[in-house]
Protein backbone atom coordinates (compact mmCIF):
# COMPACT_ATOMS: atom_id res chain seq x y z
CA UNK A 1 0.00 0.00 0.00
CA UNK A 2 2.77 2.56 0.72
CA UNK A 3 4.88 1.87 -2.12
CA UNK A 4 0.98 2.32 -3.99
CA UNK A 5 0.61 5.57 -2.34
CA UNK A 6 4.52 6.83 -3.07
CA UNK A 7 3.84 6.43 -6.70
CA UNK A 8 0.83 8.18 -7.19
CA UNK A 9 2.80 10.90 -5.47
CA UNK A 10 5.48 11.09 -7.39
CA UNK A 11 3.42 10.84 -10.31
CA UNK A 12 1.11 13.69 -9.20
CA UNK A 13 4.50 15.33 -7.96
CA UNK A 14 6.26 18.16 -9.91
CA UNK A 15 9.13 16.90 -9.55
CA UNK A 16 40.00 21.90 -1.65
CA UNK A 17 41.41 19.27 -4.57
CA UNK A 18 43.51 16.34 -3.39
CA UNK A 19 45.34 13.83 -5.71
CA UNK A 20 44.09 10.51 -4.86
CA UNK A 21 43.80 7.16 -7.10
CA UNK A 22 40.55 5.42 -7.46
CA UNK A 23 40.06 1.85 -6.63
CA UNK A 24 38.76 -0.33 -8.77
CA UNK A 25 35.46 -1.94 -9.05
CA UNK A 26 35.87 -4.64 -7.71
CA UNK A 27 36.01 -3.69 -3.99
CA UNK A 28 32.95 -2.63 -3.89
CA UNK A 29 29.74 -4.55 -4.02
CA UNK A 30 28.41 -3.30 -7.27
CA UNK A 31 30.06 -3.76 -10.21
CA UNK A 32 29.93 -3.30 -14.34
CA UNK A 33 27.79 -5.63 -15.43
CA UNK A 34 25.55 -5.17 -12.34
CA UNK A 35 22.06 -3.34 -12.60
CA UNK A 36 20.84 -1.04 -10.16
CA UNK A 37 18.56 -2.14 -7.63
CA UNK A 38 15.00 -1.33 -7.93
CA UNK A 39 15.57 1.19 -4.40
CA UNK A 40 12.87 4.19 -3.56
CA UNK A 41 14.92 7.74 -2.91
CA UNK A 42 13.78 11.08 -2.61
CA UNK A 43 13.77 13.61 -4.93
CA UNK A 44 12.66 17.36 -4.00
CA UNK A 45 10.76 16.28 -0.78
CA UNK A 46 10.48 13.67 1.31
CA UNK A 47 6.75 12.72 -0.82
CA UNK A 48 8.70 12.51 -3.98
CA UNK A 49 10.15 8.42 -3.87
CA UNK A 50 11.28 7.38 -7.42
CA UNK A 51 12.31 4.11 -7.91
CA UNK A 52 16.05 4.87 -8.94
CA UNK A 53 16.67 1.48 -11.33
CA UNK A 54 13.38 2.82 -13.27
CA UNK A 55 14.94 6.47 -13.57
CA UNK A 56 17.69 4.72 -15.43
CA UNK A 57 16.01 2.27 -17.62
CA UNK A 58 15.93 2.86 -20.96
CA UNK A 59 18.56 5.77 -20.89
CA UNK A 60 22.01 6.43 -21.01
CA UNK A 61 23.09 8.14 -17.90
CA UNK A 62 25.26 9.40 -15.19
CA UNK A 63 25.14 8.45 -11.27
CA UNK A 64 27.68 10.34 -9.06
CA UNK A 65 27.48 10.35 -5.35
CA UNK A 66 28.72 12.97 -3.11
CA UNK A 67 29.07 12.48 0.73
CA UNK A 68 27.41 15.60 1.71
CA UNK A 69 25.06 18.86 0.66
CA UNK A 70 27.13 21.82 1.20
CA UNK A 71 30.54 20.29 2.14
CA UNK A 72 33.07 22.08 0.95
CA UNK A 73 34.56 19.66 -2.24
CA UNK A 74 31.02 18.91 -2.75
CA UNK A 75 29.80 22.35 -3.22
CA UNK A 76 32.40 24.08 -4.93
CA UNK A 77 34.06 21.47 -6.88
CA UNK A 78 31.82 17.69 -7.54
CA UNK A 79 28.22 19.04 -8.13
CA UNK A 80 29.53 22.09 -10.21
CA UNK A 81 31.46 19.94 -12.47
CA UNK A 82 28.31 18.62 -13.65
CA UNK A 83 26.56 21.54 -14.15
CA UNK A 84 29.39 23.27 -16.10
CA UNK A 85 30.09 20.21 -18.17
CA UNK A 86 26.71 19.91 -19.02
CA UNK A 87 26.42 20.57 -22.79
CA UNK A 88 30.03 18.43 -23.38
CA UNK A 89 27.74 15.57 -21.54
CA UNK A 90 24.54 15.37 -22.91
CA UNK A 91 26.15 14.80 -26.13
CA UNK A 92 26.84 10.95 -24.62
CA UNK A 93 23.90 10.83 -21.82
CA UNK A 94 19.95 11.54 -21.61
CA UNK A 95 20.26 11.86 -18.04
CA UNK A 96 22.30 12.99 -14.85
CA UNK A 97 22.00 12.27 -11.47
CA UNK A 98 23.53 13.62 -8.05
CA UNK A 99 22.62 11.41 -5.10
CA UNK A 100 23.87 12.13 -0.96
CA UNK A 101 22.80 10.77 1.75
CA UNK A 102 21.39 13.86 2.95
CA UNK A 103 17.26 14.66 3.60
CA UNK A 104 15.38 15.93 0.43
CA UNK A 105 14.80 19.36 1.90
CA UNK A 106 18.65 20.27 1.85
CA UNK A 107 19.60 18.51 -1.44
CA UNK A 108 16.29 20.33 -3.37
CA UNK A 109 17.98 23.71 -1.67
CA UNK A 110 21.55 22.72 -2.56
CA UNK A 111 20.33 21.99 -6.11
CA UNK A 112 18.85 25.77 -6.06
CA UNK A 113 21.87 27.29 -4.75
CA UNK A 114 23.88 25.55 -7.70
CA UNK A 115 21.54 26.11 -10.58
CA UNK A 116 20.99 22.61 -11.28
CA UNK A 117 17.73 22.74 -13.09
CA UNK A 118 17.17 21.33 -16.21
CA UNK A 119 20.89 19.42 -15.60
CA UNK A 120 20.97 17.31 -13.00
CA UNK A 121 18.53 15.72 -10.82
CA UNK A 122 19.46 15.75 -7.11
CA UNK A 123 18.44 12.53 -5.05
CA UNK A 124 18.68 11.60 -1.66
CA UNK A 125 19.28 8.53 -0.11
CA UNK A 126 18.15 9.79 3.85
CA UNK A 127 18.64 6.27 5.38
CA UNK A 128 21.55 4.97 3.47
CA UNK A 129 19.20 2.28 1.90
CA UNK A 130 20.15 3.03 -1.77
CA UNK A 131 24.08 3.03 -0.56
CA UNK A 132 24.48 0.21 1.19
CA UNK A 133 22.51 -1.21 -1.73
CA UNK A 134 25.66 -0.60 -4.06
CA UNK A 135 28.14 -1.35 -1.44
CA UNK A 136 29.07 2.25 -1.28
CA UNK A 137 28.84 3.57 2.29
CA UNK A 138 31.79 5.83 3.47
CA UNK A 139 32.06 4.61 7.16
CA UNK A 140 35.58 6.31 8.29
CA UNK A 141 35.16 6.96 11.68
CA UNK A 142 36.11 10.72 12.02
CA UNK A 143 33.90 11.48 8.81
CA UNK A 144 31.01 9.87 10.81
CA UNK A 145 31.32 12.04 13.55
CA UNK A 146 32.03 15.43 11.33
CA UNK A 147 29.11 14.83 9.28
CA UNK A 148 26.47 13.00 12.26
CA UNK A 149 26.40 9.52 9.89
CA UNK A 150 27.57 7.11 7.44
CA UNK A 151 27.75 8.97 4.24
CA UNK A 152 27.71 7.89 0.60
CA UNK A 153 31.52 7.29 -0.99
CA UNK A 154 32.28 10.06 -3.49
CA UNK A 155 31.46 7.65 -6.92
CA UNK A 156 30.67 8.11 -10.50
CA UNK A 157 28.80 5.49 -12.63
CA UNK A 158 27.93 5.39 -16.29
CA UNK A 159 24.84 3.83 -16.77
CA UNK A 160 23.08 2.33 -20.00
CA UNK A 161 19.58 1.17 -19.49
CA UNK A 162 19.96 0.70 -15.82
CA UNK A 163 22.94 -1.68 -16.43
CA UNK A 164 26.40 0.03 -15.13
CA UNK A 165 29.21 0.12 -17.77
CA UNK A 166 31.64 2.35 -16.02
CA UNK A 167 32.29 2.66 -12.41
CA UNK A 168 34.95 4.79 -10.78
CA UNK A 169 35.18 5.24 -7.26
CA UNK A 170 37.39 7.49 -5.09
CA UNK A 171 40.31 5.66 -3.23
CA UNK A 172 39.43 7.29 0.01
CA UNK A 173 35.97 7.91 -0.67
CA UNK A 174 35.92 11.24 -0.81
CA UNK A 175 38.68 12.35 -2.71
CA UNK A 176 38.19 13.96 -6.21
CA UNK A 177 40.84 12.26 -8.83
CA UNK A 178 38.33 10.11 -10.76
CA UNK A 179 34.73 11.26 -9.99
CA UNK A 180 34.60 14.99 -11.55
CA UNK A 181 32.49 15.49 -14.69
CA UNK A 182 35.81 15.97 -16.84
CA UNK A 183 37.11 11.92 -15.90
CA UNK A 184 32.87 11.41 -16.48
CA UNK A 185 33.29 12.52 -19.96
CA UNK A 186 35.97 9.96 -20.92
CA UNK A 187 33.69 6.84 -19.70
CA UNK A 188 30.71 8.19 -21.64
Not at 86 to 95: C, M, Q, T
Not at 147 to 166: A, H, T
Request: with cysteine.
Amino acid sequence: MRQVLAQRLWRSASCSLRNIHCIAAASTSIKVGDKLPPVEVHEGDPHCLVNIAEVFQGKKGILFGVPGAYTPACNKSHLPSYVENYEALKKGVEIIVCIAVNDAFVMSAWGSAQKVAGKVRMFTDPTGTFTRAVGLELDKEPLITALGNKRCKRFVLVLDNGVVKELKVEEDGTGLSCSLASHAMKLV
